[in-house]
């Protein structure tokens, strides 16, 4: 069936901070110079905002530069920050620790992401901005020289045989003279960009960290607005890269999280239960007893930082935000350097398309001569020497921010986090303890709470490449380590009655966090865009 088109200057695939900065920034410099230039952001979710998930304390920097009188317009950055606190957890005990300047908040606020994403979607669509939610970028498309020259939504009404239904609908065509791909973390129009132009050649891999994430409304009397936390050790054990925070936010509500670096070696790691044992340590449960729990999501997030960016342009886009990595790991923070790379490449697009233009630096250049490099470049080692342990990190953290300021000669490898896990057999098995129903919880549960809908007569979005490798591969080598690493309960193994496994996927638990894409042993999995709107609607997340 023939696909309607639609032709524009600039397609935004993603309407996360990234994406909608650019948007926003290519209208102003549209209007500064005179100009009528189209630009159109789609995104997958059921609206903007709705599949935004992060901690989130914000730096204003690149929302200073982009929107000066946010204040006026109301931004929602409703909590300044008040107080900082670094902690070490033992499983009985904790210690206060120095906090890292990486973490110093003052300045920042702490905020709901989704909602500034849905703020800064109205500044988007006033300036001009054509914006559509629940659409899904399912495929790249290619002119006659092989250049990206636009995106087609997914088909509608596709039936869970693959056929269409009598609700079918043909996807669009969106046509751009250059196409900027704001995914977000492991977004796979970007996957398919870096496998087709070898964006990748040449840099360190990429690297990952699951974020598990709750929303509570806890008793006035446990509640300290601007407070932030964060910690490291248990639940996690010194092998395992990862850590917790606690952000008190207004109206009594505190967002929980723990993040867990997803190379990590045991395969009987459960990042989600260890999440929920995380809550019940004895310094951070009086947090949440007698609350109540309002949300649940996760996320991957790119973490590999500097060495792992890879190259930036390809022909007919650019990639941007978390699709390119720009996260400093250090601040525990990506949202203000996705919103710098959004507005550094509306200013290289726009110069691409004016043809006075004396500026013809890349986008690589343009944001090497910005704060956003520099920040990324200071702190580059932080994480990869995590990979020794956790005394081993952090005594070289304290090395490289105190006494070498980031200007290290060296530059640390990362290591591909599929490739990380050991067999089964030779690590430990983890007994986690049951849900109490009160600080902690069980996965189905959970993802109710994130309000993940999927239409479940359609195709599942996460592929298999070889149906078999689950049970002859991963059971048999890894104990099934899809079962523990989903924080949704997508994937089950059963046992058939002649005595034989098979995997089940749940695809409509989905809450589109990409772990499993990432840390399949065999890379066997992947994960593609369901039909448009389907997945998690987070509120205030």
């Known amino acids: 069936m023939t696909r309607e088109s639609m032709q524009y200057d600039v397609v935004v695939v993603g309407g996360g901070p990234a994406g909608l900065a650019c948007a926003i920034r290519l209208r102003q410099l549209a209007a500064a110079a005179g100009e009528d230039l189209s630009v159109c952001l789609i995104e997958k979710g059921s609206e903007i905002g709705a599949h935004i998930l992060s901690g989130a304390v914000f730096e204003p920097r690149a929302l200073d530069e982009l929107l000066p009188d946010w204040q006026r317009s109301g931004a929602p950055l409703l ?28 300045g920042n606020y702490i905020i709901s992401l989704g909602n500034l994403c849905r703020w800064l979607g109205t500044q988007a669509e006033a300036a001009g901005v054509e914006i559509y ?31 269409p239904t009598e609700a079918f609908q043909p996807g669009i065509e969106l046509h751009a003279r250059q196409t900027i791909i704001a995914e977000g973390c492991r977004g796979s129009l970007a996957r398919e960009l870096m496998e087709r132009f070898a964006l990748r050649d040449g840099v360190g891999p990429q690297t990952y960290g699951l974020g598990i994430k709750e929303l509570w409304e806890v008793d006035p009397a446990v509640h300290h607005a601007g407070r932030v936390v964060h910690t490291m050790g248990w639940p996690l054990d010194s092998s395992t890269y990862g850590g917790a925070f606690l952000y008190h936010l207004e109206d009594n509500q505190v967002a929980v999280g723990l993040v867990v670096g997803l190379g990590y070696r045991n395969p009987w790691l459960s990042p989600f239960e260890e999440f929920q044992r995380l809550k019940t340590h004895p310094a951070l449960r009086p947090t949440f007893e007698g609350g109540r729990r309002i949300a649940y999501g996760a996320r991957a997030i790119s973490a590999g930082g500097y060495q792992a960016i890879p190259r930036l342009d390809f022909p007919g886009g650019l990639l941007i935000g978390d699709s390119a990595g720009f996260l400093n790991f250090a601040k525990i923070k990506g949202s203000h350097s996705a919103m710098k790379s959004g507005m550094v490449a509306a200013e290289t697009v726009h110069a691409i398309f004016a043809a006075a233009s004396a500026d013809r630096r890349s986008y690589r250049e343009r944001l090497d001569a910005t704060w956003l490099m520099p920040e990324l470049h200071a702190v580059r080692n932080i994480k990869p020497a995590f990979r020794h342990g956790l005394w081993a990190g952090l005594a070289h953290a304290a090395i490289d921010t105190w006494l070498l300021r980031g200007r290290a000669p060296w530059t640390l490898a990362h290591h591909a986090d599929h490739e990380q896990l050991l067999p089964a057999e030779k690590a430990k098995p983890i007994a986690y303890p049951k849900p109490d129903g009160k600080v902690s919880f069980d996965r189905l549960s959970s993802v109710f709470i994130s309000n993940t809908n999927h239409e479940e007569d359609q195709p599942s979005h996460l592929h298999l490449a070889n149906p078999a490798v689950p049970v002859q591969l991963n059971l048999a080598r890894y104990a099934g380590p899809e079962s523990r690493y989903c924080p949704a309960g997508v994937y089950e193994f059963v046992r058939e009655g002649d005595g034989t496994d098979r995997l089940q996927v749940n695809a409509q638990n989905c809450v589109h966090c990409k772990t499993c894409d990432i840390k399949d042993p065999s890379q066997n999995i992947r994960w593609v865009v369901p039909q448009g709107g389907g997945g998690p609607n987070y509120p205030n997340m």
């Open 133 to 163: 939610p629940g659409f899904a970028a399912a495929e790249i498309l290619y002119d006659e020289s092989g250049a990206v020259r636009g995106v087609a939504t997914g088909d509608m009404g596709v039936g869970r045989d693959g056929q």
């Open 79 to 106: 909590t300044p920050v008040t107080e900082d606190r670094f902690m070490l957890l033992t499983e009985s005990g904790s210690f206060n620790l120095p906090t890292p300047p990486a973490l110093h908040n003052a």
